[in-house]
Nanobody, 120 residues
Framework: VQLVESGGGLVQAGGSLRLSCTAS????????MGWYRQAPAKQRELVAT???????NYAGSVKGRFTISRDNAKNTVYLQMNSLKPEDTAVYYC???????????????WGQGTQVTVSS
């Protein structure tokens, strides 16, 4: 199983970016998916999560500006980021609880990370 992110980049404050993350492999099912971020010299923190049924959860710092969504048929999760601020600058990581056909349980998988830089 692999999770591959795309969509990061450099944007000015107030701008928007959309991140995508697609899971591939011999996938049986995916439970929760989410986005986390890690800024330099800081711990990784939760940004947003979404269940397989579409229920969402957001960090307070991004609520109202970011929207998480997923396409279960494509094993893909998205993060629409609007009104970006310099403090949103970080490496953004995709996470998924994935079960493939060879195992009985869901395991945690992470993407390689994509850089988001917001200039002031």
């Amino acid at each position: 199983v692999q999770l591959v992110e795309s969509g990061g980049g450099l944007v000015q404050a107030g701008g928007s970016l959309r991140l995508s993350c697609t899971a591939s492999g011999n996938i049986f099912s995916i439970n929760n998916m989410g986005w986390y971020r890690q800024a330099p010299a800081k711990q990784r923190e939760l940004v947003a999560t979404i269940t397989s049924g579409g229920s969402t959860n957001y960090a307070g710092s991004v609520k109202g500006r970011f929207t998480i969504s997923r396409d279960n048929a494509k094993n893909t999760v998205y993060l629409q980021m609007n009104s970006l601020k310099p403090e949103d600058t970080a490496v953004y990581y995709c996470h998924g609880e994935v079960r493939d056909y060879s195992v009985k349980y869901h395991y945690d998988y992470w993407g390689q990370g994509t850089q988001v830089t917001v200039s002031s």
